[in-house]
């Protein structure tokens, strides 16, 4: 199993641009999110889906879009890029099945520079 | 809105120091608590604490969980540069949502 994989590993954008983050689990896990991590600022829950067809926002959901078409990938998108959105991104996933669904898997991350 | 708190936010030892770091929370509906490790990238899931369960051990690596005081610690005994890190400390709260905490720095020194 791959586990969660992202792409691109590294983006440069300019202001105003869009791009879309790709996130992609084989674990079949029903429990999608998407992270930003700040320096010195821990995790903050962007988007999150509970299953296909179904996505929540989470704390700093402004700026992004998501969606979810099948169980494996979960997109996230940014419209008109602006430098407070340079962060790391990660994607994670977990699922019911396993002993806890709150051990998330993680994604390696992108790392998104705004100039 | 839930909580996490983290303490120390850094944390600087030599090899072979033990290391305490802290986390106290404010979740609605305690279920557990899970602590991370971050290395240069994702993180990596080390414990969960739940009611039943108030101490996990992994090698050098141990926790405890005090629902009355509403915390956890970490341990580290006889520390490694290999453990220099970001420890994340995170509680499920509603909607299967976690709310993390800003991390420890540790770094470990030769």
């Known amino acids: 199993n791959a586990g969660v994989t992202q792409t691109p590993k590294f983006r440069i954008l300019k202001i105003g641009q869009s791009m879309t983050l790709q996130c992609t689990q084989d674990?079949?896990?029903?429990?999608m999110y998407w992270y930003r991590q700040d320096p010195g600022m821990g995790l903050k829950l962007i988007y999150y889906?509970?299953?296909?067809?179904?996505?929540d926002k989470g704390e700093v959901p402004n700026g992004y879009n998501v969606s979810r078409s099948t169980t494996e990938d979960f997109p996230l998108r940014l419209e008109l890029a602006a430098p407070s959105q340079t962060s790391v991104y990660f994607c994670a996933s977990s699922s019911f099945r396993d002993r806890s669904f709150y051990e998330q898997y993680f994604g390696p991350g992108t790392r998104l520079t705004v100039t | 809105e839930d909580k996490v708190v983290q303490s120390p936010l850094s944390l600087v030892v030599h090899e072979g120091d033990t290391v305490t770091l802290n986390c106290s929370y404010e979740?609605?509906?305690?279920?557990?608590l899970l602590w991370y490790k971050q290395e240069k990238k994702a993180p990596t899931f080390l414990f969960m604490l739940t009611s039943s369960g108030i101490e996990k051990k992994s090698g050098r690596l141990s926790s405890i969980l005090d629902k009355k005081e509403l915390s956890s610690i970490l341990n580290i005994t006889a520390t490694q540069t290999g453990d220099s890190a970001i420890y994340l400390c995170a509680v499920p709260g509603s909607n299967y949502k976690l709310t993390f905490g800003k991390g420890t720095l540790l770094t470990v020194n030769p």
């Open positions: 889906s509970v299953g296909a067809g179904i996505t």
């Open positions: 674990m079949n896990h029903n429990y």
């Open positions: 979740v609605t509906n305690f279920r557990s």
